[in-house]
């Protein structure tokens, strides 16, 4: 028997037409433009998609007009099909082609304080001329630098670690191919450091900030200290499969924050790094992811600050997921509530002393 | 001969949507789910074009085990026509060309969130419940890790202590949906928020359930003919909703699951909830036999006892 439930169909079908009736055409050149203009916005959903295509995530934003949490799903449910061709080599800070990277902890460090493209000392003030027609182009341009900057910098925590204040590093050697991957691998407590590394560039900017936030303002047990903050282009290196020599596929927008901070949970009196790395430049979620990080290695975080806690709470897509299915049908479970409810009501009242008039406080202080 | 001759037709994407490696994960965890009944298995979960918590956990075990020649039926809340359930159908049937049905008894995939049907599913159907919290135990830790630690020791004292404490205050069990239940004598489950009146059907069914949370990364099963028990104390039974004297406004039915509507006048109407059993009923005034018979008797007799309310 084929009886197609029309109803629901017809609804579903007739709400979408109609949102896409409001948000008009989508055109090539409206998606060039997001692209263009938005690049912090498309970070963002870059990183959180866990996807590197400019292009893919400004269609992205165009389709769902601009809601973040939808442009993400939407990326990810297209990444979750792909294929796995090649595993790229890992990219190392110092070869990182560096657009901006700042320490907070030296007044100087090798290779300087590069400020690059920020808005961080700017006036946030409204450029109402804008409106009035006048073009961006009219402001004059920054001055040409008489030496160009270097393409690479050292790593601050290098130099931390020839001083003896930060622990050696352990070169990993594992392939690229066997990192754990926290999107096609089961993920348990306590999770291996890719899964949690992985996870904080995949988290939601403002689940992050929430966590980290609430870290810094006190509830964590450390102050963190940007060691350093970096953006820049990586190269995909690819390795030939005939030859095994390593080209550049191409470059990707990549961005990494170091945190810093004295007592190592070893015991040994030396500082300890917190680290958070993203496609996308995106620096107040690595500030915070790193904080978490370091957080996370403490032994008795805060509840908030445990691996499990922030992992599964700041996912943008099972998060926003959750949150709207509550708009969902629940009145079968509503009528499971109520019949409970109205047991409850009729074994302790009569209709001499009817019940107060609110049913959630009668719950928790009925007595026998 | 020309190069795009020679090239695979574009395909963009897998047939069910799911690629072959997380059609491979799935159904070993499948396996192993129905290999400890009740146990819930770790998997890697896809994001899938439908948003988390939408039923992606049911949809992905669904994709893993439709073909062509399935015929699956979709419900939400019990009903055939519910926007959620049809964009779930719409979905699985433009990815994997399988049929589409209605009839309990003619799915041979029943895909569902917070029901199972009124007519008694059979051997060789699979019941998939869409689950949005696969831990019975959130409620006594919401630390999953700690949880299955609790499990892996079937340590379920707290579970008691949550039921005693609700005879203490209340004289009687409050849970409403998803109550949890002991699954053949070692795993406590949540049976996904189906209503108390469904629970018993999971106990010795015919049919297999697989239960996923796509979102947690969770499935269990409870393979046919599998003792399923809702936690009671011996002494004061576990009950179902008492919906005694409700009568269908269409069909005239009673002693089935019923949507309760509030009316202006300040009294309810009922309908049932199973809206494929209310269109058969309508159609051809039969149906399948119901797992509670039409004076309410549940069809494993003595399964379901009556109530007792413990003494001050």
Known sequence: MYVAARGGEDAIQHAEQFYQAMLGKLTPEAIQLI??????????????????????????????????????????????????????????????????????????IPGGQVLGPTLDYSHRLLRLDVLDGIREDDAPPAPQAENPAPPTYPVVADWQRSQGLLPALDADQTEPAAVPDVTTDVVLFPAPR????????????????????????????????????????AEVGLRHPVTGEVFSAGRVRVSQAEVISSGGDDGKSSFQLGFAATLGWNEVKLIAASTLDMEMNNREPHPAHEEEFVMYHTEPVESSGFCIHFKLPHYVTFASSMDSVRKVISTFYTNDTPPPQSNHENMQQVQP | MKLADLAQQRQDYSYAFLDAHAKRE???????????????????????????????????????????????????????????????????????????????LQATILQSRHRIPEEIMLEGQTLVLQVPDPEPLRGVTADMSKAHQLHADADYGQMWLLLYEQLVRYRQYIQGASYPSLVNGRYIISPSPIPRWDTPKLHQAAHLTLLSAGREKRLYAVPPYTNVYPLEFNDVPFQVEDQKG???????????????LPQEDGTSQYELSDSGYANKLADTAQSGATYYDDQGDFYHAGYLKPPVIPPI
């Open chain 2, 26 to 104: 799935l159904r070993r965890r499948i396996l192993k789910a129905i290999a400890i009944p009740g146990y819930q298995v770790p998997y890697a979960s896809r994001e899938l074009p439908i948003a988390r918590g939408w039923g992606t956990g049911g949809l992905q075990v669904t994709l893993s085990l439709v073909g062509p020649e399935s015929v699956v039926k979709v419900i939400d809340q019990g009903a055939d026509d519910s926007v959620n359930a049809a964009n779930l159908r719409r979905f699985i049937t433009t990815m994997s060309g399988a049929k589409t049905t209605i009839d309990t």
């Open chain 2, 246 to 260: 409700w009568v269908c406004k269409t069909t005239g039915v009673q002693n089935k699951f019923m949507n309760e």
């Open chain 1, 35 to 108: 692209q263009k203009q938005l690049p912090f916005l498309l970070d963002k959903v870059i990183g959180e998609g866990s996807l590197y295509s400019p292009e893919l995530a400004a269609l992205a934003l165009a389709q769902t007009g601009g809601d973040v949490y939808e442009a993400v799903l939407l990326l990810r449910a297209y990444r979750s099909t792909q294929p796995r061709l090649a595993y790229a080599e890992p990219v190392t800070a110092g070869e990182v082609l560096t657009v901006r990277r700042i320490s907070a902890a030296f007044k100087d």
């Open chain 1, 194 to 233: 890719a899964h949690r590394l992985q996870a904080l560039a995949r988290a939601d900017t403002g689940g992050v900030l929430a966590l980290g936030y609430a870290s810094m303002r006190g509830y964590g047990l450390i102050h963190p200290t940007v060691n350093e903050l970096r953006l820049g282009y």
